[in-house]
């Protein structure tokens, strides 16, 4: 019983929409660029990658460290499992969280949807032993970052500055 209880407080599942009013074109090339994403994502510090392999490959790979209002930063690889060109894409997480991520792009009334998909569970000892009473405060983070990144990539994609 006691790896399965905490395996269920150190579990995380997270479902976003963003909805940015631009061609799915250009949304798709903002999400591929992960390695311009601190520029305009609040609480993402870095991105980078140090393969040869060109943006939306699978098995590309990406180095990220995410800092946000809790006074703990994430560092994360995320390597590209999965890319239909201009609608999906997932990935692995391996790192301070692990796991799987996937977003999925498509047209809409107001522009372009992106519908996000995380599930991941806490890899750092720390993290997963103090889930149970600080998972509320995890989650809390993680939709404020989310929420930045929605804000930062909407300002972002009406500059026209995605490459």
């Not at 963003?18 to 609480?43: I, N, R, S």
Request: proline content about 5%.
């Amino acid at each position: 019983m006691g790896v399965a209880w905490l395996d269920r407080w150190r579990s995380y599942r997270f479902e976003e929409e963003w909805v940015v009013e631009a061609p799915v074109k250009t949304v798709w090339d903002g999400m591929l660029h992960v390695e311009a994403w601190p520029g305009w994502w609040q609480g993402l510090e870095s991105s980078e990658s140090s393969d040869a392999l060109p943006p939306g490959m699978a098995g590309k790979q990406y180095t990220t460290r995410w800092k946000g209002a809790l006074p703990y930063g994430l560092d994360i690889r995320a390597v590209l499992r999965e890319v239909t060109d201009q609608a999906y894409i997932s990935a692995d997480i391996h790192g301070d969280i692990e796991g799987h991520c996937s977003c999925c792009i498509e047209k809409s009334r107001r522009g372009t949807r992106g519908q996000f998909s995380l599930q991941v569970r806490t890899a750092r000892p720390w993290m997963s032993l103090l889930s149970p009473f600080l998972k509320s405060y995890f989650t809390e983070n993680h939709k404020r970052l989310m929420a930045e990144g929605m804000r930062g990539f909407s300002r972002y994609v009406s500059e026209g500055v995605v490459p």
